[in-house]
């Protein structure tokens, strides 16, 4: 007996550890919170943060970088622009009195993530973006915000308290999945979000009035334009052309105030969402036509190929046109943004969790990466709109891409984004910008109003995500024409059959003429001369 009550007693001992990192904690009381998220998604501290840089400019313009560290560690004994995960275990071991470690890994993809939920890899926190959120929700492994998350008069509650109106309203839209009815925001908060559209080159594309998606068709531009190398965003594309005559209908409609701005998107989100077999078939088509097209399907290189100049049109999300933008401003080429006339795909990442998280910590990180001068480090660092609103938000935006004393300017109203009764009795939320901007670096991180109803959220298709893969998967296969292939096929086996004669010759019995009706093969030896 006592030798069993001892077995127990290690047994236990040596669970406890794991025990403790299931539950969110270490041995020494510890939290853990375990962070899933996008590569380079984060404020990562440092050189090229937004603490580093102000504090630079502030304290040391013209002295180096390496300069300036040294002399900052000397004169505050401090580290120098920590990153946001380390501001935020000192907030919450402040504010909760407990200490926590953040374990922070990042994702390249949608499906990466999924992969390792799947395989069960255990987080508290991930960041997926919209149709991912929806998948997840529909296989039922994310565990729903808590009702304390919710509680308007608590001051800990950044994210309520901040969050934009407008992406609020779109995370409330009640959706329909697999005959069940759900709304986003019961189970995800916004983190980043922006639209899809065109980075082009001004001196070689004329985009002022209009642009279309089909220029990605266009022979005129043949090798001088790219789309993404994914299915979702290229399904999109392809989508839009085969829908174009409906979806330019609808806005003339909108503009003539025809339909209204609810009914204009929630239409627009239909066609953008159609999943039926002839308009999957017509998409196929379209796509394999316009990869003729292309320069080609591209990740990450098409803003270094804008700014190069291999390319002139790229298919580009907002945060990536805005640092493609920037990159080319510095190299002296301007480059412009557009969100095609017809629609764009308005796309977010948010912040979910998976079953088994530990909703406390969590949601404590949503809320302190959703004050606003988190949300501007954030931006600033990674080059992408965040989904929080707010006066510091606001100031950020304002003191970028305002026009400089003297200089023409335009008003830029973003009261949709920041609230109707934003500043109300400063004028609201409008920035004073240079004509530029109007199809630059802030048309594309905060769109104009009357652009935001042609953009559609791109839903999760259940049944049909198969259908969409296989379509994608002839697209990328999809090189010759039929009889090219057989052209091809038939030469290769003359060409191996040539081979293989003028190396073996009558070895291979393939080779070897046959005996004549009647006859038979007789094996020949190799003539001895007979011994003396």
């Known amino acids: 007996m006592k030798k069993k009550i001892i077995s127990l ?20 009381g510890t ?38 560290q040294k002399w900052y560690k000397k004169e505050y004994g401090t580290q120098l622009a920590p ?6 275990e000192d907030w919450y071991e402040e504010t909760y009195e407990k200490p926590i470690r953040v374990e922070y890994s990042t994702f390249g993809t949608n499906e990466d993530m999924y992969n390792q939920l799947k395989l069960g890899v255990t987080f508290d926190l991930v960041c ?26 608590n001051e800990l509650n950044y994210y309520l308290n901040n969050v934009s109106e407008y992406i609020a309203g779109v995370f409330a839209e009640e959706r329909e999945l697999d005959g069940k009815t759900y709304q986003l925001e019961k189970y995800a908060a916004g983190y980043m979000w922006g639209t899809t559209g065109f980075i082009y080159n001004p001196e070689k594309v004329d985009f002022t009035e209009n642009a279309y998606w089909n220029t990605l068709l266009d022979t005129n531009y043949k090798n001088k334009v790219t789309t993404k190398d994914n299915v979702r965003d290229s399904y999109f594309v392809g989508l839009a052309i085969v829908h174009q005559e409906e979806l330019l209908a609808l806005k003339e409609q909108y503009e003539n105030k025809e339909i209204t701005r609810e009914d ?79 629609c764009a795909n308005l796309f977010f990442d948010g912040w979910v969790m998976p079953k088994g998280a530990n909703h406390q910590a969590a949601e404590a990180f949503i809320n302190f990466l959703s004050m606003p001068e988190n949300a501007v480090r954030n931006m600033y ?88 893969n296989e379509l994608w998967t002839k697209v990328k296969g999809e090189t010759l024409d039929a009889w090219a292939i057989v052209v091809i096929c038939v030469a290769a086996v003359v060409i191996v059959g040539g081979v293989l004669l003028a190396k073996f010759g009558g070895k291979i019995d393939f080779f070897r003429r046959k005996p004549k009706k009647g006859y038979e093969l007789v094996k020949q030896e190799p003539y001895q001369p007979k011994k003396k």
């Open 128 to 153: 997926p973006s919209e149709y991912m959120i929806m998948k997840l929700i529909a296989e039922d492994m994310l565990e729903p915000l808590s009702n304390e998350f919710f509680v308007e008069d």
């Open 31 to 68: 939290v853990i919170l375990r962070v899933y998220n996008w590569e380079e998604y984060i404020d990562d501290g440092g050189e090229g943060s937004y603490v580093y840089d102000t504090l630079k400019e502030e304290l040391a313009p013209d002295m180096s970088h390496k300069a300036f």
């Open 264 to 342: 204009y998107n929630e239409q627009v989100t239909y066609l953008m969402n159609d999943t039926s077999a002839e308009t999957v078939k017509k998409v196929q088509d379209t796509l394999i036509k316009m990869k003729s097209n292309l320069y080609g399907f591209e990740t990450d290189s098409g803003k270094q190929d804008m700014v190069t100049g291999k390319i002139w049109i790229n298919f580009a999300w907002s945060g990536d046109a805005v640092y493609a933008m920037d990159l080319a401003e510095e190299q002296g080429v301007e480059l412009n943004y557009y969100i095609p006339d017809e």
């Open 381 to 468: 660092y990674i080059g992408y709109t965040s989904a929080i609103a707010g006066d510091e938000v606001f100031e950020y935006v304002e003191d970028t891409y305002s026009a400089e004393e003297g200089e023409e300017s335009e008003p830029y109203d973003l009261s949709y984004f920041f609230g109707k009764d934003f500043r109300a009795d400063e004028g609201g939320a409008v920035i004073y910008t240079s004509p530029d901007q109007l199809s630059r670096q802030l048309y594309a991180q905060y769109p104009p109003e009357d652009v935001t109803p042609r953009c559609a959220v791109m839903n999760y298709y259940g049944e049909k995500d198969k259908e969409i």
């Open 83 to 88: 990153s946001i995960i380390d501001d935020f």
């Open 9 to 28: 007693a290690l047994t236990a001992a040596l669970l406890l550890p794991s025990l403790a990192l299931f539950s969110g904690c270490s041995g020494d």
